[in-house]
């Protein structure tokens, strides 16, 4: 099973400030990786799919990159509602899906 | 823009057998993947298992001997079934649309069911 390792399990910022959030990768997932971000009492919201892409309606401040089995979400310049919990996850096989344990972002 | 309402028992008892559905409303129910997941505070979120628009199934390894998933393509509803559940099977559960291909990623979510499991 293909382990996502995300660093760092909370961040604490200011709105205004960019941040990047990483999700590592046990081994190659190409770039097969969706960025999730959830608020509390709710359910995920997608983000980024494919490592670099933004779903529909989300943000330009939201971007995600890949170098290797490392991936970056990073948002620009944080609002007061960009401050939740981001869950990265991958599929590379029919039965395994996974995700990461989450990185939580709180105001500062 | 397409809707996912979930619903179900909420409270079981251990070896019980969880049963949910999930109505998929103002979108088209033949063209995607369907999954299930949950969430708890100590294991995170986890997959469950998937439909898919052939109908195949595809499930996690360490819930397969348990789970059976099922749709009802003349309502737009797919299901779950959960038999011999414990403590350990109590968690928020979400049914999901999944988008992508061969990869996954899901783009609607219902709104969550909190399973409890207690004698």
């Known amino acids: 099973e293909i382990v996502l390792t995300q660093s760092p399990a909370t961040l604490s910022v200011s709105p205004g400030e960019r941040v990047t959030l990483s999700c590592r990768a046990s081994?190659?997932?190409?770039?097969?990786l969706a960025w999730y971000q959830q608020k509390r009492g709710q359910a995920p919201r997608l983000l980024i799919y494919?490592?670099?892409n933004r779903a529909t309606g989300i943000p330009a401040r939201f971007s995600g990159s890949v170098s290797g089995t490392d991936f970056t979400l990073a948002i620009s310049s944080l609002e007061p509602e960009d401050f939740a919990v981001y869950y990265c996850?991958?599929?590379?096989?029919?039965?395994?899906?996974?995700f990461g344990q989450g990185t939580r972002l709180e105001i500062k | 823009q397409v809707q996912l309402q979930q619903w179900g028992a909420g409270l079981l008892k251990p070896s019980e057998t969880l049963s949910l559905t999930c109505g998929v409303y103002a979108g088209s129910f033949h063209n995607y993947d369907w999954s299930w997941l949950r969430q708890t505070p100590g294991k995170g979120l986890e997959w469950i298992g998937e439909?898919?628009?052939?109908?195949?199934?595809y499930y996690n390894p360490s819930l397969k001997s348990r789970i059976t998933l099922s749709t009802d393509t003349s309502k737009n509803q797919f299901s779950l079934k959960l038999r011999s559940v414990t403590a350990a099977d109590t968690a928020v559960y979400f049914c999901a649309r999944g988008i992508l291909s061969p990869d996954t990623a899901f783009d609607s979510w219902g709104q969550g069911t909190l399973v409890t499991v207690s004698s």
């Open positions: 439909i898919n628009h052939s109908g195949s199934t």
């Open positions: 081994q190659s997932v190409s770039d097969y």
């Open positions: 996850q991958q599929r590379t096989n029919w039965s395994s899906i996974t």
């Open positions: 494919h490592a670099s």
